[in-house]
């Protein structure tokens, strides 16, 4: 009697499922895939239709008159200087309370804290800030910068409110440039014998100014589109002279008198505009507009490649 066995590989229902699967695995894939194509050039498109429209509406006003008049009664004498120049100071304010308390908090969370129940909260509520509406830090520097403090409706207070509605954001940013350095160059400086504060100084803020500095500049080109805090703390619409210039020619050479100044910004112009009839002025707001959407884009751009280069500079 003989015996033969029968070694032929038959696909068994497993394998046909298994391929199965994958097949239907990768149809997704592709279709989801095209979907965010789609999507993105939607998204293009609809920021293209509105530079388009703005360029149509406010690129022939745009010239060294609108640049360097004030606003006037007069739509076709109208212009920005004092809206930008309360903008540009307003970042400055901004950028100065929000950037060194913004990474000195991401920096204590990431690197010194403890990992506790009373972290955790801290950690959600900074998350959870950065998604508060803007108009809620606007009632809050009202009743704290403008009526507790008295610095009345000041560039200060404005600056502080826009510092207050970015600092999550730099916080953010900070702790996950942070969490992108390799525990190996913590763990190098202390074998070295470096202390805590060296291994950061020395070590992980070389490493991670890149993403600290990206997530900075987009958080200033959110600070610099926002109206609403502003309107809140009762930004002037309609003014007329520059505040103190922060320079002076004697000692000290240093002036804070314009911390306290009046102001307008790019945003409340464009809203006093709009709020106006007659088609000159919707052409001064969309030529402000034009130009405020400039702005927040080539602060974009500088973040994102600003990002590549530093990405490119660094080997682990």
Request: with cysteine; charged share 15%; glycine share 8%.
């Amino acid at each position: 009697m003989s015996y033969e066995r029968d070694f032929t590989v038959r696909p068994e229902p497993y394998q046909k499922q298994q391929e199965g699967r994958a097949h239907r695995r990768g149809t997704i894939d592709r279709n989801f895939r095209r979907l965010g194509f789609l999507l993105t050039l939607a998204t293009l498109g609809i920021l293209g239709i509105l530079l388009l429209n703005l360029a149509m509406n406010g690129l022939a006003r745009i010239d060294w008159q609108f640049m360097s008049s004030f606003p006037s009664r007069r739509a076709g004498e109208a212009g920005i200087l004092s809206a930008w120049v309360g903008t540009l100071l307003l970042m400055l304010v901004t950028a100065s309370a929000a950037i060194p308390f913004g990474v000195a908090a991401g920096i204590y969370l990431e690197e010194y804290a403890s990992k506790n129940r009373w972290t955790d909260f801290v950690e959600i509520n900074i998350a959870n800030l950065a998604g508060v509406p803007s108009i809620l830090y606007g009632l809050m520097a009202l009743g704290l910068f403008v009526y507790q403090f008295r610095f009345g409706q000041s560039l200060l207070a404005g600056g502080l409110a826009l510092g207050c509605l970015v600092l999550p954001i730099v916080i953010v940013a900070t702790r996950e440039s942070l969490r992108t350095i390799p525990s190996s160059i913590r763990e190098a400086a202390f074998a070295l014998g470096a202390t805590k504060w060296q291994a950061v100084w020395h070590h992980l803020l070389p490493y991670s100014t890149g993403g600290i500095a990206t997530g900075v500049i987009l958080a200033m080109s959110r600070a610099i589109g926002e109206s609403a805090p502003l309107i809140t703390i009762g930004a002037l619409t309609f003014i007329a002279f520059l505040p103190p210039a922060p320079l002076i020619s004697h000692a000290p050479f240093v002036s804070g008198e314009w911390l306290f100044s009046p102001f307008t910004a790019l945003p409340i112009q464009m809203f006093n505009w709009v709020s106006r009839p007659g088609e000159e002025f919707q052409s001064n707001a969309a030529a402000a507009g034009l130009i405020l959407m400039v702005i927040t884009l080539s602060m974009n751009a500088a973040a994102i490649l600003l990002r590549r280069r530093a990405q490119r500079n660094i080997t682990w």
